[in-house]
């Protein structure tokens, strides 16, 4: 992914208003992110822990998402993110749901995923960043990264509708 500025991530959102894209927490650290090792950027806000963001490339420029983190119930079990088919334990991987765009949204529609709770998929796939034990797989981290890149712009496709 490109390096991007808050400026061009603010505009991004097409599940927001104008105010909520304004009050949303984007990271500070923007100058530090691995950004040749990103596939999108994503990040949990800090101040609400059910709030998470998602901003992709796209062929139309960036596209950003607000997403609603599920609350963790039951026993620790081995989950897989539906984005970068990497397993966790735990609470690795939560049920994320995007409001969908436009009058979809306006009228409560919803979609969502399973993904890594930290969305750090990215770091993931690339053995960046440790989930523990993982799955033995023959792709390379180009067509893994390719994969994710297609589950994403599926789960992008449903939100956008």
Request: charge should be positive; include cysteine; aromatic fraction near 4%.
């Amino acid at each position: 992914m490109m390096p991007t500025t808050e400026t061009e991530i603010r505009a991004s959102f097409v599940n927001c208003t104008k105010g909520e894209t304004k009050r949303l927490a984007v990271p500070r650290d923007l100058a530090d992110r691995p950004w040749a090792d990103l596939d999108f950027l994503g990040w949990r806000d800090p101040a609400a822990e059910e709030r998470a963001y998602l901003v992709a490339e796209s062929g139309a420029g960036l596209v950003g998402v607000a997403l609603r983190v599920a609350p963790q119930t039951g026993r620790a079990r081995r989950s897989m993110c539906s984005l970068c088919l990497t397993t966790h334990t735990g609470d690795g991987v939560s049920l994320m749901t995007a409001r969908k765009a436009g009058r979809d949204g306006r009228q409560g529609n919803s979609v969502g995923a399973y993904i890594c709770t930290d969305l750090a998929c990215s770091l993931y796939l690339r053995g960046k960043k440790d989930a523990g034990r993982r799955l033995d797989e023959t792709l390379t981290v180009p067509q893994k990264a390719e994969r994710t890149a297609a589950n994403l712009a599926a789960f992008l496709r449903k939100v956008l509708g």
